[in-house]
């Protein structure tokens, strides 16, 4: 079975969007608990907290995604942002790397790491 890879960006993206959801979820269950207030206010302010990561979650990939290199994908031709060494194509996943000693090699996450780097050279 072939591992999918995703493009990092929209995987932090994709987890920003989930703690809007589960922010919004705990708000609601505190609903539930009228009768109990300290209960109730605990969950909206865990509730509140967890939407507020989000934003920050949202605001730092937006900062990431502004030095992100953009390329053509060879594969759906369409503009993509890479961050690292290797990364995968927003539209189609295609691994994309940046480092023409990768190329040609099995596409791996572990790359990007600092470690990796110094065992390449």
Do not use: W
């Amino acid at each position: 079975m072939k591992l999918k890879y995703t493009n990092k960006i929209n995987k932090i993206r994709t987890f920003a969007l989930s703690l809007v959801f589960v922010g919004i979820l705990i708000m609601y269950v505190g609903i539930f608990f009228k009768e109990h207030p300290v209960i109730m206010v605990i969950a909206m302010i865990l509730g509140f907290l967890a939407v507020i990561a989000s934003t920050v979650v949202y605001f730092f990939i937006g900062l990431l995604s502004t030095r992100a290199v953009p390329v053509i994908c060879p594969s759906c031709e369409k503009q993509t942002k890479v961050l690292g060494r290797v990364d995968a194509c927003m539209h189609c996943d295609q691994p994309l790397t940046m480092d023409r000693s990768l190329e040609g090699k099995e596409f791996d996450e572990a790359y990007n790491s600092p470690a990796s780097k110094k065992s390449q050279t």
